[in-house]
């Protein structure tokens, strides 16, 4: 029994080679087991970094989707729309009135369509408004042809895509008392989406279609990806999500017979009528993975292993030693490669994490330093940490004054810098409302008006502070402000533009509404009835002139000279085209024109300086209710290259203090306060407006009871006959 148990044990000995070949294949195809599940994987895995990148551009496009609506939407609800159905409710005639308003739509389309193009670098969207029964009011780009009609009333926006025309069409209802009355279609070009894309060409191995549902193709050109209408068809009908190799799906020939390895992916765009498909080759997408044939080769190699392993196991005694060791060799070997590969992949792993951190802070500080809106971070112990070139620029602090500072002694000092009567709170008080509102399970508080301080001193600018509690390690709260000096400033001269057109038009509308009553509610003869009428016509043409006035400063300052068409206008024939239109009498304002023959025109807009100069004649009869000479002189000055011609209107009526001349050009400022004369208060200010956006000035010189001078300076022109010369 003992020695049939050491005879057996011998037997195992000397085969021990063909054990140990057994014992390694059942290892290797336990490895190559997990080997093909790991690689099963991360072939999982690549496909769903494919699948998220393509719904996170799929989410961009939806963004602006929803952007386009809100702009569409924003532009159905203008005020100059809203303005003109209020006044065709109320009866007004087009001449006095709603042709004024449809214009202002035109121009305020005209300006939303501008901000639009450059907002998304595209070319300027077409605006157009159309009545209920849909006849075009208003168009922003008038006398060109391509508008689109409206379609039928509907109380919601609306979003076509038209791939032929390359536009995107929104329609959007104009609600009035509750109710759709007319529709305003905005038509953008399709490159505001298609700049979503990525930029790639047919060398690339990631590239992007933008297919509308039934399968028409956004964009077609030499980066694009060669598909028949079929196959386009069967990419827009695919399963959402799902990376499919593309030969096998969509059949050859793909991409003109040039890629047999690529991947798709396809996303449907919420929103948008469109879907978003990705192709990736093969190699970008699973680069990284072992390949399956070596997978493969492996597992046959295990098997010629076992075949080495039986042939071996003949050799016996002879070769028994030398095989033990190969066998412990091998295994070494094996295993320092199984150490290297986890150790490479590791640190290819952690360089990867360590580039995404160094990439990230890169952008943040690039953001950071070039943002025009100040930051300033504060630490876990609540003192600054960073701040912003934006930050310093607006407070003139330095960077070393403020760096370490405790947030309590950062606060004062910036309350300090601030106006007395608008001091800063401080950081602190803002963290704990902070903390008060997003803390707890109660009600959330109203909203808060928005936290606004003035800094005084040369830095003298009104910034709005917001908080930002933040839960980083190294970062407790971020103080973000932002300078609204100008909005500030634009609110308080809209109110008070505002509050001094009010006051200009209650006059004239009072007279009117008292004088008509008395004519609803008494008898009188004729020739009182007459004078009542007489005097609501005057009123009434009072009431037209001040509109129209307020109509041509908006336009001035809402085009800022762009309709300006500049030439050399020569003043004598312009001066005299003037005089003749105003019919002045001459028997009681003999008017005296001087013009040299031999001075330079000018440099204008012949229209605009005609109506400027009509202001001022106007102004020298008006304001010398006595009668008396009207001077016009005519003179160079300057030097070449800043010479400037002066057209002199000079009057002997009333006249004025200097305090009054020096504010005559400011809006409804009306220096006779007696009454007596009729006027808008407007005409010196359109004057000064015209002649500024006309690279000239204003001079005024007046003295009370002797008449008043008022000097348009204006850059001198060419002559026709010095430019063909030249």
Request: net charge neutral; glycine share 8%; with cysteine.
């Amino acid at each position: 029994m003992k020695h049939g148990a050491v005879s057996l044990l011998h037997r195992l000995l000397l085969r021990w080679p063909l054990l140990l070949a057994l014992a390694f294949t059942v290892y290797s195809a336990a490895l190559l087991t997990y080997a093909f599940g790991s690689w099963q994987r991360m072939r999982q895995d690549a496909n769903s970094y494919l699948v998220a990148d393509n719904q996170r551009r799929a989410l961009a496009l939806t963004d602006l989707a929803g952007d386009i609506r809100t702009m569409a939407d924003a532009h159905a609800d203008i005020h100059e729309i809203r303005a003109y159905l209020s006044n065709r409710d109320l009866g007004m005639s087009p001449r006095y009135g709603l042709n004024a308003g449809l214009a202002a739509i035109e121009a305020r389309f005209e300006q939303l369509a501008e901000q639009a193009g450059q907002r998304w670098a595209i070319a300027a969207p077409r605006i157009t408004y159309h009545a209920a029964d849909g006849s075009m009011l208003a168009d922003s780009a008038p006398g060109t042809p391509g508008a689109y009609s409206a379609p039928p009333l509907a109380a919601k926006t609306r979003l076509t895509i038209m791939p032929e025309q390359g536009v995107i069409v929104v329609a959007a209802p104009v609600m009035h008392k509750g109710r759709p009355d007319g529709t305003v279609v905005t038509a953008i070009p399709v490159a505001a989406v298609l700049r979503k894309l990525l930029v790639t060409g047919p060398t690339y191995a990631y590239r992007e279609l933008l297919l509308t549902t039934d399968g028409n193709l956004l964009r077609m050109d030499d980066r694009s990806v060669k598909l028949d209408l079929k196959q386009r068809r069967m990419l827009a009908g695919l399963r959402d999500d799902t990376v499919l190799p593309a030969v096998e799906t969509l059949g050859p020939p793909f991409d003109d017979g040039t890629a047999d390895d690529v991947l798709l992916v396809k996303t449907s765009v919420s929103g948008l009528p469109l879907v978003l498909v990705t192709f990736v080759s093969e190699k970008l997408a699973y680069g990284h993975l072992v390949s399956r044939r070596l997978l493969l080769a492996a597992s046959l190699l295990l098997v010629v292993l076992l075949l080495g392993a039986l042939k071996l196991e003949r050799m016996r005694l002879r070769a028994a030693q030398l095989e033990a060791n190969i066998a412990s060799a091998e295994r070494d070997r094996a295993l320092t490669e199984f150490r290297n590969v986890e150790l490479s992949a590791e640190i290819a792993r952690r360089e990867a994490a360590e580039a995404r951190t160094s990439d990230r802070n890169e952008q943040l500080n690039a953001i950071f330093d070039l943002s025009p809106d100040g930051f300033v971070s504060f630490d876990q112990t609540h003192r600054v940490k960073y701040a912003n070139p934006a930050f310093l620029a607006m407070t003139g602090y330095g960077e070393a004054d403020i760096l370490g500072l405790d947030e309590s002694v950062f606060s004062a000092r910036l309350a300090r810098d601030c106006v007395t009567g608008d001091r800063f709170a401080g950081v602190g008080a803002m963290r704990r409302i902070k903390e008060a509102e997003t803390g707890g399970d109660a009600a959330p508080p109203p909203p808060r008006p928005r936290l606004l301080i003035e800094l005084a001193g040369k830095h003298k600018r009104v910034l709005e502070l917001k908080l930002r509690l933040s839960g980083a390690a190294t970062v407790s709260e971020i103080l973000y402000l932002r300078d609204v000096t100008h909005e500030v400033e634009v609110e308080r001269v809209k109110s008070e533009f505002l509050a001094h057109a009010a006051h200009e038009l209650r006059t004239p509308m009072a007279g009117i509404y008292g004088f008509s009553e008395l004519l609803l509610t008494q008898e009188f003869d004729d020739e009182t009835r007459k004078d009542l009428l007489a005097t609501i016509h005057s009123q009434t043409e009072w009431l037209v002139a001040i509109i129209n006035e307020l109509l041509d400063l908006a336009r001035i300052e809402a085009r800022r000279g762009t309709d300006l068409r500049l030439e050399a206008v020569p003043l004598a024939p312009l001066v005299r085209e003037v005089v003749a239109s105003l019919h002045v009498d001459p028997a009681r304002w003999p008017v005296d024109m001087a013009c040299p023959v031999d001075l330079p025109p000018v440099r204008a807009d012949a229209g605009k300086l005609r109506q400027a100069l009509t202001n001022v004649l106007g102004n020298a009869t008006k304001y010398s209710p006595e009668g008396g000479a009207v001077e016009i002189r005519c003179a160079a000055r300057g030097g070449e290259g800043n010479r400037f011609i002066g057209i002199a209107v000079t009057d002997h009526g009333i006249g004025m203090r200097p305090d009054q001349a020096a504010r005559v050009c400011e809006r409804f400022y009306r220096a006779d306060t007696s009454g007596k004369i009729p006027g808008t208060g407007l005409g010196m200010a359109i004057v000064k407006e015209i002649v500024e956006l006309l690279d000239g000035h204003v001079e005024i010189v007046s003295k009370v009871g002797a008449g008043t001078t008022v000097t348009l300076w204006l850059p001198a022109g060419t002559r026709e006959s010095e430019r063909d010369t030249k």
